[in-house]
């Protein structure tokens, strides 16, 4: 229950974060606009998420019927997509910075990335419980009494997936 | 990886299934981002489409369809205040305007 107050609470975090951006990202006299936005690469990235998400629940189902060795490698290789996702992220905002695109460039800029980081951030703090639910697995700690605790972080990382569905909706396709 | 989650959760299949939903969806999207046509009405078709994959993720993946109706309403009231902050918040700026 405490679990789903605090994904409640996140809601109006990233509310907050989504309002801002589209209040400001046409607001800004100088420096790049949102056509800067690659969408192959922000689709390949969504396509990313989505699959990880697919291998949590059959992480989550693993464990809840005690096939240790599957618990672990979809564990694994739901952490393995966040990196990716991270690693397409980090990518996308170096490109950005080359292009002149910073987070005090212009108005889009700072809530772009503002918008976009704090999404990120919450990536890399799922991808570090991934992989110390991972570390717990391979001692052979996940058997199924202890499925709530995967739920938990499944629970957080589909969170995560949701809310770049958002984003990539409002922000990337409808620049 | 065959077999079923819990009693109360959906079954693998079911999981694959969503998935394959999203990922339609989803090149949908993509699609409507890049014909023409559809530029007059990309924005409700988006928004009904984002909203679509969101709910199935929720319902789903995190199994909302089956669990407690308590954890709907501690998700789904911070949701929808969060959605008429940014409304409202747009509506105050003028990016969104009343017809």
Redesign the interface.
């Known amino acids: 229950?405490a679990f789903?107050?605090f994904?409640?609470?996140e809601?109006?975090l990233?509310?907050?974060l989504?309002?801002t951006y589209?209040?400001y990202k046409?607001r800004s006299t100088e420096g790049p606009t949102p056509e800067i936005l690659n969408?192959p690469l922000t689709?390949f990235s969504?396509?990313d998420l989505?699959?990880s998400?697919?291998m949590?629940?059959?992480a989550?189902?693993?464990v809840?019927?005690g096939?240790r060795k599957?618990a672990n490698i979809?564990l694994f290789a739901t952490a393995f997509m966040g990196m990716i996702f991270l690693g397409l992220q980090a990518y996308e905002f170096t490109s950005f910075v080359h292009e002149g695109l910073t987070l005090q460039a212009n108005l889009f800029g700072a809530t772009f990335f503002v918008l976009t980081g704090t999404h990120g951030a919450h990536v890399t703090v799922g991808v570090i419980w991934l992989l110390t639910l991972w570390g717990v697995g391979l001692k052979g700690g996940l058997t199924p009494d202890k499925?709530l605790n995967v739920?938990l972080a499944?629970?957080y990382w589909?969170?995560v997936?949701?809310v770049w569905?958002?984003i990539?909706?409002?922000v990337y396709?409808?620049r | 990886?065959e077999?079923?989650?819990?009693g109360t959760?959906p079954t693998?299949g079911t999981?694959?299934r969503?998935?394959g939903i999203?990922?339609i969806v989803?090149i949908i999207?993509?699609g409507?981002?890049?014909v023409p046509t559809f530029q007059r009405v990309?924005?409700p078709i988006?928004?009904t489409?984002?909203a679509f994959?969101?709910v199935l993720?929720?319902m789903f993946?995190?199994?909302l369809k089956t669990d407690s109706r308590?954890?709907t309403f501690?998700?789904g009231?911070?949701?929808l205040?969060?959605?008429a902050?940014?409304g409202a918040?747009?509506l105050l700026?003028g990016?969104l305007k009343i017809a």
């Open positions: 229950m789903w107050a994904i409640g609470s809601c109006l990233f509310g907050s989504i309002s589209l209040i046409g969408i689709s969504t396509f989505l699959m998400s697919l949590m629940v059959l989550l189902a693993a809840q019927r096939d599957w979809w499925a739920e499944g629970l589909h969170f997936d949701v569905i958002v990539f909706t409002l396709l409808l | 990886m077999g079923q989650g819990s959760h693998v999981y694959v969503v998935f999203l990922v989803t999207e993509v409507v981002f890049y990309i924005v988006l928004l489409l984002s994959k969101f993720v929720v993946y995190m199994h308590f954890f501690l998700f009231v911070p949701l205040l969060a959605v902050v940014i918040l747009m700026f990016v």
